[in-house]
């Protein structure tokens, strides 16, 4: 597509732009969910090939954070994508651009020290990211020159749009109990939010499934089940509306957070304050880098 759009003169600057647009959308709602399928695997091979997919966006660090960091502190003050309570996307988005590379690195540097190594150790899947990355702009550019490489910058950027709008759904004003000292209750299904609608799930093969996939995070998607009222909490939506929402920020409040406050009575009774949870202020979870 690069080659061709940047050697004809076909498409003005605005369709070109419009077009990797949806490229980016396309990447984001599709190549990132199947990205993220593949990094859960424990076949090389397979986790290989999300690190492609994940290097055609520009964010290859995703796989570090997500595995190392997101699933292990879900709903606690170390995850930069649990969405804070009454947090827009508008701000959501930024910090996370912000922190997310930054835990994914502390994350692996606290990695290799157990292991008495530095970062600078082969081992350090940076190495890979980084170099998976440079190919994925040195064949932009060869495909194209600099408007080649501008083009491919920006559906990366819509990409990794559409991805933080999906994180900032799943997990929107869900946090685990702190139980003091540092510690917080295990991960549970009511952790995340689940959508059971049919036809967003066969799109994103089963993502909005996230309750169990948080609860058992290699089962394969075909395997992940859904979760009732009873135990998770439910998107009114599924994801394709609700990200749409996400970018309206009073249309999200008024629809969301009532539903976060149902969801504390239903789970959490017993907590009145809620005022270190929404800002976040906790402590960190022991053992956290």
């Known amino acids: 597509t690069i080659w061709w759009v940047t050697h004809h003169d076909t498409l003005s600057l605005w369709e070109r732009i419009v077009l990797f647009f949806g490229l980016g959308v396309i990447s984001g709602s599709i190549g990132i969910t199947y990205a993220h399928e593949l990094m859960h ?15 055609t966006v520009l964010y290859s660090h995703f796989r570090t954070e997500h595995l190392l960091v997101h699933h292990r502190y879900v709903g606690t003050p170390r995850d930069a994508v649990t969405a804070r309570y009454n947090e827009g996307f508008h701000r959501f988005f930024p910090r996370v651009l912000r922190e997310g590379p930054v835990s994914a690195w502390r994350a692996e540097r606290q990695m290799l020290a157990r292991a008495d190594r530095t970062m600078w150790h082969p081992s350090n899947p940076f190495w890979r990211y980084a170099t998976l990355q440079a190919l994925a702009l040195a064949a932009a550019y060869a495909a194209g020159g600099w408007a080649g490489l501008a083009l491919f910058c920006w559906q990366a950027l819509v990409a990794v749009w559409q991805l933080e709008l999906v994180n900032y759904v799943e997990h929107y004003g869900l946090t685990r109990e702190h139980l003091g000292d540092g510690r917080y209750e295990p991960v549970r299904p009511h952790h995340s939010w689940n959508a059971d609608h049919a036809a967003s799930n066969w799109m994103l093969i089963n993502l909005q499934r996230h309750s169990d996939h948080h ?10 089940q859904t979760y009732g009222p009873g135990d998770a909490p ?11 929402l996400a970018m309206i920020p009073p249309l999200w409040r008024r629809r969301m957070n009532p539903r976060v406050r149902a969801w504390r009575r239903a789970f959490y009774p017993g907590i009145s304050d809620w005022s270190d ?11 956290a880098s």
């Open 234 to 244: 439910q998107l009114p939506l599924g994801y394709p509306a609700m990200t749409a």
């Open 215 to 224: 609860c058992r995070p290699d089962r394969r998607f075909p395997l992940l």
């Open 41 to 55: 695997q424990k076949n090389r091979l397979e986790r290989w090939l999300g690190d492609l997919l994940l290097a």
């Open 277 to 287: 949870y929404n800002r976040g202020r906790l402590p960190m979870p022991r053992g």
